[in-house]
């Protein structure tokens, strides 16, 4: 048995739009909402379909600044082009376009409605695919992300008293919900990620724990090029899992971007589903109350693979590897040629791996050398 679950869903999506050359396609909700449908998950007893419900500035204005809000606002009332880079405003990767507040928005509202969810409705889990806007800062959009979801979902629970995990399993440094939270205790950050070295947003080293009261309390796995499934669950099983476990929060909320996968075009680690599901599994075994948002993802298919997947571990469903023939039609006439739900098994090169195991052996050693005794002290 497990409790009830909620998916965060409405099908107007479509009236938004980065622009045709911007990667990220607003579409892939619906495409992952059909991919849903077609495995018979979105009937499921237990299991409701939610629309989020509107929620008042001050709510934002718990991270965001007064004057960004006001600027966003502005610039999404009109159809004339605008750009303000004092507020990462307009240009290529946050495009100014009409309704860009009312788009921020509505990501926002589905992941505070989320946790409200499962704090004061009895829901094991509520999912948001629309939220895990992680890049966005207090007065500064980033990365694609306007108004940082997690952020204010976590403050909501926050001033409710609730002590909160956040885990980050997109392919990019979850660093606007790290900042947030950088020297206070009240929630433990961990993201695993490619590496900044080279790779957007440049930050997420194992070296970057927090601080003043927070020290310790921010916890990065950065992953080289190529690592694949088996080093994605060593960071995990070796890091995020046992303190998760020692932290034990009232709430977990998890980012499950899907641009981690082998088959992103924006990025160049070599995970499947294999570790994606494996993770998903695991976190449903902690049976936390859970808050889980969307986030990254390139490739609309493995979107709404990643997604659905998701849902039915949350839902304790077993699906068939082949995808269902009416949704195979749908991606085929889009020019996707996948077949199946779950990846071949994969491995990165020796070479590669060998280099990436090796980098992430050092971070996860140091980890455990500052942060777990810290943990085991004060939660242990
Ligand atoms: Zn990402």
């Given at each position: 048995?497990?409790?009830k679950?909620?998916?965060?869903?409405?099908?107007?999506?479509?009236?938004?739009?980065y622009?045709?050359?911007?990667?990220?396609?607003?579409?892939?909700?619906?495409?992952?909402?059909?991919l849903?449908?077609?495995?018979?998950?979105?009937?499921?007893?237990g299991?409701?379909?939610?629309?989020?419900?509107?929620?008042?500035?001050?709510?934002?204005?718990?991270?965001?600044?007064?004057?960004?809000?006001?600027?966003?606002?502005?610039?999404s009332?009109?159809?004339?082009?605008?750009?303000?880079?004092?507020?990462?405003?307009?240009d290529?990767?946050?495009?100014?376009?009409?309704?860009?507040y009312?788009?921020?928005?509505?990501?926002?509202?589905g992941?505070?409605?989320?946790?409200?969810?499962?704090?004061?409705?009895?829901?094991?889990?509520?999912?948001?695919?629309a939220?895990?806007?992680?890049?966005?800062?207090?007065?500064?959009?980033s990365?694609?992300?306007?108004?940082?979801?997690?952020?204010?979902?976590?403050?909501?629970?926050?001033?409710?008293?609730?002590?909160?995990?956040?885990?980050?399993?997109?392919?990019?440094?979850?660093?606007?919900?790290?900042?947030?939270?950088?020297?206070?205790?009240?929630?433990?950050?961990?993201?695993?990620?490619?590496?900044?070295?080279?790779?957007?947003?440049?930050t997420?080293?194992?070296?970057?724990?927090?601080?003043?009261?927070?020290?310790?309390?921010?916890?990065?796995?950065?992953?080289?090029e190529?690592?694949?499934?088996?080093?994605?669950?060593?960071?995990?099983?070796?890091v995020?899992?046992?303190?998760?476990?020692?932290?034990?929060?009232?709430?977990?909320?998890?980012?499950?971007?899907?641009?981690?996968?082998?088959?992103?075009?924006?990025?160049r680690?070599?995970?499947?589903?294999?570790?994606y599901?494996?993770?998903?599994?695991?976190?449903?075994?902690?049976?936390?109350?859970?808050?889980?948002?969307?986030?990254?993802?390139?490739?609309?298919?493995?979107?709404?693979?990643?997604?659905?997947?998701?849902?039915?571990?949350?839902?304790?469903?077993?699906?068939?590897s082949?995808?269902?023939?009416?949704?195979?039609?749908?991606?085929?006439?889009?020019?996707?040629?996948?077949?199946?739900?779950?990846?071949?098994?994969?491995?990165?090169?020796?070479?590669?791996?060998?280099?990436?195991?090796?980098?992430?052996?050092?971070?996860?050693?140091?980890?455990?050398?500052?942060?777990?005794?810290?943990?085991?002290?004060?939660?242990?």
């Amino acid at each position: 048995m497990h409790g009830k679950t909620a998916l965060i869903y409405s099908s107007d999506f479509g009236r938004y739009s980065y622009g045709t050359d911007h990667p990220f396609k607003v579409q892939r909700y619906q495409l992952a909402f059909e991919l849903m449908q077609a495995y018979g998950l979105v009937a499921l007893p237990g299991a409701d379909v939610v629309e989020s419900r509107p929620i008042e500035e001050d709510t934002l204005l718990t991270f965001h600044s007064p004057d960004y809000l006001a600027r966003l606002r502005e610039f999404s009332a009109s159809d004339v082009p605008r750009a303000d880079f004092r507020y990462g405003l307009g240009d290529v990767e946050n495009p100014v376009f009409r309704g860009l507040y009312d788009w921020a928005l509505r990501g926002t509202a589905g992941t505070v409605e989320a946790a409200r969810l499962v704090t004061e409705n009895g829901y094991a889990v509520a999912f948001n695919p629309a939220g895990g806007w992680h890049h966005a800062h207090r007065a500064k959009a980033s990365g694609f992300s306007y108004l940082n979801d997690a952020v204010i979902a976590i403050n909501w629970l926050i001033a409710r008293g609730k002590r909160v995990v956040y885990l980050d399993i997109d392919a990019h440094h979850g660093d606007g919900v790290q900042e947030a939270y950088y020297d206070t205790d009240r929630v433990l950050t961990i993201s695993i990620h490619e590496s900044g070295i080279y790779f957007f947003p440049g930050t997420g080293f194992e070296h970057e724990t927090g601080t003043a009261a927070g020290k310790g309390y921010s916890v990065n796995v950065p992953l080289l090029e190529h690592a694949d499934d088996a080093l994605f669950m060593k960071a995990f099983d070796e890091v995020a899992f046992p303190l998760i476990a020692v932290y034990n929060p009232d709430v977990l909320v998890t980012q499950l971007g899907a641009d981690t996968f082998r088959t992103d075009p924006l990025t160049r680690l070599e995970i499947t589903t294999h570790s994606y599901t494996y993770i998903l599994r695991k976190l449903k075994a902690l049976k936390i109350p859970w808050v889980a948002v969307g986030g990254g993802g390139y490739d609309n298919v493995n979107v709404a693979r990643a997604w659905t997947i998701a849902w039915a571990v949350m839902n304790g469903v077993e699906l068939p590897s082949r995808l269902p023939a009416s949704f195979v039609k749908i991606i085929e006439e889009m020019g996707f040629p996948n077949k199946m739900l779950f990846d071949a098994m994969h491995w990165a090169e020796e070479d590669d791996r060998n280099r990436a195991l090796d980098a992430v052996e050092k971070s996860i050693a140091a980890i455990r050398k500052t942060v777990f005794p810290l943990m085991l002290e004060r939660h242990g």
